[in-house]
Structure formats: structure tokens, C-alpha cells
């Protein structure tokens, strides 16, 4: 070896030295920075390091597990979705797409949910699948990072939503970025969760491509349907790149303020103080504003959401923690305006509410926050998906007269795979943690590995909440170490029902909270909602809560009016209704209940799968012919918990129970259209009672009362029949049209008459006064006295829209 070649290779040493301690110093700067960024003041504790054992979660996490995500799956295949991205790859000839161009996001929703779910407890099989599922992914993917399959596989009739160009259509319809917000969230939990790279570099290339493509002096449009900020923000705490957080910032920044309400545009976001629009989008945007809130500091979002929050939590936010009141826009109604049996409450925007919610606590560190997580948690989310795991609600509503049920799939499937994913997540909710004080938001029976800034400790909780007040809490730290405990009390048992002032207790209560520590029981002070109890804690100690578990009535503010004279019987943090099959006729609606009735509760082992019910005393009422007295009659009421209805087929159910004749609904008197049998020409015969179940609606567009139609039938013939029991002498028809015009599909018809059977034909009746055709009121025809069997109206649908009967009723 020369010398020049032995110096060549010293002075190459050197330089590798060098830059080996280039890179660690940047690697360590890197970290460092990076360590020590901005982010949540209160860190939540990963569902990792969570194992949920519990009687109540437990077994529906294991129904998502073996029924919902593989339910999931096999839907999204069987409608197409999976054939989307295969043709998008060129491994599937033709062009033929599934119907919205946001399909993609169930498949990215499944492999979400599918990680979590393999996290909680290990699944070779469905992981394998998920593997397979991420090259079809990853090969419908463009060179450049683009993943859109509704572009990519260039129908030759493009879908009318995307536009000729990438993102020409994005701020309306196209919702291509609305599919990267949900291939992130799926990137991250996939990666999270099995530590496999795969799709979170699809996601990578794509984040990078929007990167290039968005942002102050490139393409400046902001994102029609949210999301995507959530989605850059995780991808930016994964990966630690900036660009992803400042893109999530510019999404943010870029929006309003000439856009529209319907997607939060109307505004600049930190201009916005009042929930509007559609609820999901605003829901995952507010989520958005509170992650960059806390990623940057920046107080102005901060501000915005705080008072968004309050708007909501005062005037627009169900018992259920439903959000959204209107199907129209599928968005927030008016202050107050929360009706029960046309409530919209999307399974998706109660999702939404969740994750907000997380966010403002984590940000906040306030119990009132998981007050609201809880309530959305136990009920308006939970009644999304049926005890058996693959029966689904899109909307939630409050009331039923039998229109409501599950459906199987829906081709808006996005509350499905919303389900999929939400479930598996759910030990990430229970505990959270800043340095050294550890947060307990949720019960649930769970064994817990947790690092605290003094030691690790593990903590498990026993308990058979919510049907139980009563929580066992052991602690175990590695080591004896001072630490903090803040346990949850939550509002429902500290004399609020609901934080704000849209919902109150009708009588106070008084039993208080217990604590005791092995043992003894213990004072304790409250900060924000929370126990908090600094001690040096040992091995074995043992913690024991006692909340009050009673049965609440629960009353709305008299803003309401939808609620005036109606309270919601509570328990714990569980809301109540009443359906048909627990009562006397299977009917609810005709039920009332005395303010001062008392109620009892106990847990029934083989009914729904075990819940909690209320046993208390109530009336039925009952009108009269000829007399506006109601005939009551006193009757033994049962309730069940609201998640759990709509499993035992369609049936009457209400939340919001009547305690004064005002309010009831009765059951209808013996007239002659309440005695006959309703036939007609539609499909769903569950429609039929409405038209005779005497309910005078406000207007034509009430949908507080059940009404039928034709929707979205238009310019045919319709009819609907009155089978009477007997020959009738009839002489008068009165008919209650439904029109919800202009945003609805049905309007008043375009002609009708009415016809008597006459043996084996249908004669038309000899009418005495003009077929007028209004809404809003009764349109009355005099007709020639006829003694028949039948009577039958026929209709003739406008030209442009369908039409529906409120009420119809014959003398
Ligand atoms: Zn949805």
C-alpha cells in the first residue's frame, strides 16, 4: 500500500467520520426539534398500550372484529370498490366505476378500522388480506403520487362530480382530496399498528405530490369535503415533516370567505363563531382546527372553535350527542331546532363529535368535553350499528312510527366504514396523560400499561359501568412515586346534565360521589370536572369510585320546541327510549308519564344482549270521537336503552317522553279510515299508517309526523285505497298533502279524484265541490253520498317531483 493511497484512504476515513457526525448531528438536531414541537398540551394514551376486557365494550369490539370489518370488506367488493382500484392498476379490464367518486375511502376506512382491530388482538389471516389490499392500492397509484381511481382509470363517461382536470372540481364535488385525508388516517393506524411501511409510503407520495401541487402562489383551493387536515397533521407527526403540517395550516387558511355555508366556506375559518352546514364536513374540520391549533400555538383557531363548541353544545347538540339536525344538507339546523322523528344525527358526524371533542379535552384538559365524547359515545354513535354488527343507521333519529330501520349497505356507504374503523380505536379514549398527572375519562374494565414522568405504572380498572356506578381501580407504579390521578366525575353526576344550557335535570340529586383509597374513603378537591389526587403511590393501591347511578329525567331548554312538555329518562351516562315491542300494544307514541313518576331500574341478562331497563308507571292516552278530551288509562311503561332499539324489527320508539296531555300523541279514535286497511301503490307498506294515524302536522313540510310518498317516483299515477271493515255510507274526503318544497322532492300533486268500489269496479265518486289542491291545510271534497267497500284516491305526481299524503281521512 503507497503512501499517497494509505493518506487517500485516512483522509476518505476522515471525511465518512465527518459526515457520519454530520448526519448524527443532524439526525439528532432533527430529533430534537422535532421532540420538542409544538403539540397537545395532553397527550392521550395509545389503544396500544390500552386491552379493553370489559362486559359492556368488549364484546362489541369483538362484533366489529369478526362481523363489521370482514362485512366491510366483502361489501366493498361486492359493490365495486375493490374493482375500482384493480382497474385504476390495469389488472381489471374495463370502465365500469362504483357510483360516488368518494367510494374509495371505505376501502381505506376498512384497512383503518382492520389495524386497530389486529392491534387489539392478533389476525395473520385479515392482516395477509390487508397486505394484498395495499399492492392493489399501491398499483392504482400514478407515477407522480396521484390515487384517485374515479380519474385514473379515464372512464370515456367520466363521473359528472370530478371534472376534466385533477382538482378542477375539488372545492365542490370531487372529493379527491377528501380520499387522501382517509388513505392517511389509514396509512398511519396501518403503520402504527403493524410497523409495516407499505401504505404509509403510498401516502407519502401522494402528501408529497398535494405539497407541490397546494399552497400560497400554487393551486389555492381549499377541500369541499374535510379531512385532510386531520389526515396531514397525523402524517406530519409520523413522518416529522413540516410541509404536511404547514399544507394542513394552508387548507385551513385558503377557505372562505366567499364559499358556500353547506361546506364551511362562507368564512374565514378563524372568522367562523357558530356551527353551520353539513355536519360531518364541519365536525372533521373543527377537529382539523384543533390539531393546528395545538401543532402551532396559534390561538386564533383556538378562539374559533371555543365558540363553535359553545354554539353547538347550547343550541344544536341532541341528547343523543347527535349533531347535524337537517337532512336537508345533511347539516346543522337553526338555534333550537332539533326535531326528533326527522333528526338527521349522521353516524358519521357523531364520529366527528367524538373526535372533536377528544381534541378540545386534549387541548383544554376540562371534563365538560368528555361529557359530550361520552354521551355521543353511549348513544348517538353506538345506535349507528346493530347488535349483530352488519345493520347500519345513516341518520339516528329520535322518534319512530315504524319508517326506520338498519339498512344492510347503504351506496353511500360512508357511516359503515366510519363504524368499521371508530370501534377498534376506542381504548385510545380512556386514559390520557400530561408528564406526570394521568387522566381517566372512561370507564370500562381495562388493564393499562402507562409511562408517567416518575414511573410506569399499571392501572386497571374493574367495573360494570355503564349499568354500574361503581369502578375499582387498582394502581400499580413500578416504583413508589408521586404522581397524579384525575379521575373523571363525570356531569351527569354532579348535578349537570349536559354541559351549556340546552339540557338540565328536571329534580336535582344528591347522592355524592364517593371516593375511597384502599379502603378509607377520602376528600378530595375538583379541577376541571376532575378528582384529582396527588399522593406517593404505591404498589397495590387500590382506588374505589362510587358515581351515583340513578335514573334521571332530563328535561331541554324551552327554546326547544320540538322537546316543550317532553323530558328523557337517563342513567348514568346512557339515554333511554321507549319501543314498541317493551309496551303494552306495541305502542309508544300514544305514551305519557307523570313528572313525579319514579322509576326503577334493573339489568336484564337475555334481552338486546344484556342492558340496563326502567321500569316506571305511565298512562296511554287515546282520542275520542267527537270529543277533544283524551281517554288515559294508566299503564306500566318500560325503557330501554336508546343504542339499543331498531333490533327487533320496525317498530314505534320515542326518546323525548310527553308528561303533559299537551305534548301526547294519542293513539288515533275509531273512525272509519283508522278502522280500514291502507293499500296502495308503494313499495314500503310500513309507510301506510301514517296517513291515518291523526297527527295534524304544523304544515305540509312537518316531518315531526309520520307522512308517506311516492319520492322519487314523478309523473306517474299513484294510488292509495281505504279497505273498509264493513259497507260504509261515505259523503266527505279530507287530505293532508306532504310537499317540502323548495329544497325536498315531493310537492302537491298535480291532479287527484277520488273513486268507490262497486262490485268488482272502481267508479268515480260525483263530487259536490272542487278537487282544490293546496298546501298547508286540509283540501276537502263534498262528494255524492255511496255505500261501498272501498275507497280508493287516485294521483297524479307533478311532471318534476313525487308527491306524499300526511293524513287522509273519509266521513
Ligand atoms: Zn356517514
Redesign the pocket.
Same mark, same amino acid.
Given at each position: 500500500m503507497n503512501t499517497k493511497s494509505l493518506n487517500n484512504q485516512i483522509s476518505m476515513k476522515n471525511k465518512i467520520n465527518q459526515l457520519i457526525l454530520f448526519c448524527t448531528l443532524l439526525i439528532s438536531l432533527a430529533f430534537n426539534t422535532f421532540a420538542q414541537k409544538k403539540d397537545y398540551p395532553i397527550k392521550p394514551v395509545a389503544f396500544t398500550k390500552v386491552h379493553v376486557e370489559d362486559n359492556f365494550w368488549q364484546p362489541k369490539m369483538e362484533i366489529n372484529a369478526k362481523v363489521t370489518i370482514p362485512y366491510v370488506i366483502a361489501q366493498c367488493k361486492a359493490n365495486g370498490r375493490m374493482d375500482n382500484f384493480l382497474r385504476a392498476g390495469k389488472k381489471m379490464s374495463g370502465d365500469k366505476m362504483s357510483e360516488f367518486p368518494f367510494d374509495d375511502t371505505d376501502v381505506y376506512k376498512a384497512i383503518e378500522g382492520a389495524s386497530y382491530s389486529i392491534q387489539n388482538k392478533a389476525n395473520p389471516k385479515l392482516e395477509a388480506y390487508i397486505d394484498t389490499l395495499i399492492s392493489i392500492i399501491g398499483g392504482a397509484q400514478e407515477p407522480d403520487g396521484y390515487l384517485f381511481t374515479f380519474r385514473t382509470v379515464n372512464a370515456k363517461k367520466p363521473h359528472e362530480w370530478i371534472g376534466a382536470k385533477r382538482w378542477e372540481k375539488e372545492e365542490i364535488l370531487s372529493h379527491e382530496l377528501y380520499n387522501a385525508g382517509h388513505l392517511y388516517e389509514a396509512a398511519v393506524a396501518h403503520y402504527q399498528a403493524t410497523g409495516k411501511k407499505t401504505l404509509l409510503n403510498i401516502a407519502i407520495r401522494n402528501a408529497n405530490l398535494l405539497v407541490k401541487t397546494f399552497g400560497p402562489g400554487k393551486t389555492e383551493e381549499y377541500p369541499g369535503h374535510q379531512i385532510v387536515e386531520i389526515g396531514l397533521s397525523k402524517m406530519y407527526r409520523v413522518t416529522g415533516n413540516q410541509k404536511y403540517l404547514d399544507l394542513a395550516k394552508f387548507f385551513l387558511d385558503v377557505r372562505g370567505p366567499k364559499g358556500d355555508e353547506y361546506n364551511q366556506a362562507h368564512e374565514k375559518v378563524t372568522d367562523q363563531h357558530t356551527a353551520v352546514g353539513h355536519a360531518?364536513r364541519a365536525a372533521y374540520m373543527y377537529t382539523g382546527m384543533a390539531d393546528i391549533a395545538a401543532l402551532t400555538g396559534d390561538t386564533k383557531y383556538l378562539s374559533a372553535i371555543d365558540d363553535i363548541w359553545g354554539d353547538v353544545v347550547n343550541k344544536k347538540l341532541y341528547i343523543t350527542g347527535g349533531i347535524g339536525a337537517t337532512g336537508a344538507g345533511e347539516a346543522f339546523g337553526e338555534a333550537y331546532q332539533l326535531p326528533n322523528m326527522s333528526a338527521y344525527a349522521?353516524? %358519521?358526524a357523531a364520529i366527528g363529535n367524538v373526535y372533536w371533542n377528544e381534541r378540545m379535552f386534549l387541548l383544554h384538559g376540562d371534563s365538560k368535553y368528555v361529557d359530550v365524547l361520552e354521551r355521543t359515545l353511549y348513544n348517538g354513535l353506538l345506535s349507528g350499528v346493530s347488535l349483530s354488527g352488519d345493520r347500519f343507521f345513516?341518520p339516528n333519529p329520535l322518534a319512530s312510527m315504524f319508517q326506520h330501520q338498519r339498512s344492510a349497505w347503504i351506496s353511500c356507504a360512508? %357511516?359503515i366504514s366510519?363504524m368499521a374503523r371508530f370501534l377498534p380505536s376506542l381504548p385510545g379514549y380512556v386514559y390520557a396523560q400530561d408528564k406526570n398527572d394521568l387522566y381517566i375519562n372512561l370507564f370500562m374494565s381495562n388493564t393499562s400499561k402507562i409511562s408517567l414522568a416518575t414511573t410506569g405504572v399499571e392501572i386497571t380498572q374493574t367495573t360494570d359501568y355503564p349499568w354500574k356506578g361503581e369502578v375499582t381501580i387498582n394502581i400499580n407504579p413500578e416504583k413508589t412515586a408521586v404522581f397524579t390521578l384525575r379521575i373523571r366525575i363525570p356531569g351527569w353526576a354532579a348535578q349537570e346534565a349536559s354541559p351549556g344550557n340546552l339540557y338540565s335535570f328536571m329534580d336535582k340529586k344528591t347522592t355524592p360521589v364517593k371516593i375511597s383509597i384502599n379502603g378509607e374513603v377520602t376528600s378530595f378537591i375538583t379541577e376541571k370536572g376532575y378528582a384529582v389526587l396527588t399522593r406517593k403511590w404505591e404498589k397495590g393501591d387500590k382506588i374505589f369510585l362510587n358515581l351515583p347511578m340513578e335514573t334521571d329525567k332530563v328535561i331541554a331548554n324551552k327554546n326547544v320546541k320540538d322537546d316543550a312538555s317532553r323530558f328523557v329518562l337517563q342513567r348514568g351516562p346512557v339515554v333511554y327510549c321507549l319501543e314498541g315491542p317493551d309496551n303494552k300494544d306495541s305502542l309508544v307514541q300514544n305514551i305519557m308519564i307523570g313528572k313525579n313518576a319514579i322509576a326503577s331500574s334493573h339489568y336484564e341478562q337475555n334481552l338486546l344482549d344484556g342492558v340496563g331497563v326502567i321500569d316506571i308507571k305511565g298512562q296511554s292516552t287515546k282520542r275520542q270521537i267527537k270529543s277533544d278530551s283524551l281517554l288515559v288509562t294508566a299503564q306500566d311503561v318500560k325503557a330501554i336503552p336508546y343504542y339499543a332499539w331498531a333490533n327487533r324489527g320496525p317498530s314505534e320508539m320515542t326518546v323525548w317522553i310527553p308528561y303533559e296531555q299537551s305534548a301526547a300523541m294519542p293513539k288515533p279514535a275509531p273512525t272509519i279510515a283508522s278502522r280500514s286497511q291502507v293499500s296502495g301503490s308503494l313499495k314500503n307498506k310500513r309507510m301506510f299508517s301514517a296517513i291515518k294515524d291523526q297527527y295534524e302536522p304544523a304544515n305540509s313540510k312537518d316531518t315531526n309526523f309520520p307522512y308517506l310518498h311516492w319520492w322519487p317516483a314523478k309523473n306517474t299515477d299513484e294510488f292509495l285505497q281505504y279497505n273498509f271493515e264493513s259497507e260504509q255510507t261515505v259523503s266527505e274526503s279530507k287530505v293532508y298533502w306532504y310537499d317540502d318544497g323548495p329544497w325536498g322532492g315531493c310537492r302537491i300533486p298535480a291532479s287527484y279524484r277520488l273513486l268507490y268500489k262497486k262490485g268488482e269496479l272502481w267508479i268515480p265518486v260525483e263530487s259536490i265541490s272542487p278537487y282544490e289542491i293546496s298546501k298547508d291545510k286540509w283540501n276537502v271534497v263534498k262528494f255524492k253520498q255511496v255505500s261501498t267497500s272501498a275507497l280508493r284516491m287516485e294521483i297524479r305526481l307533478p311532471p318534476e317531483q313525487a308527491t306524499g299524503v300526511h293524513e287522509w281521512t273519509v266521513e
Open positions: 360531518v349522521e353516524t %358519521c345513516y360512508c %357511516c366510519n
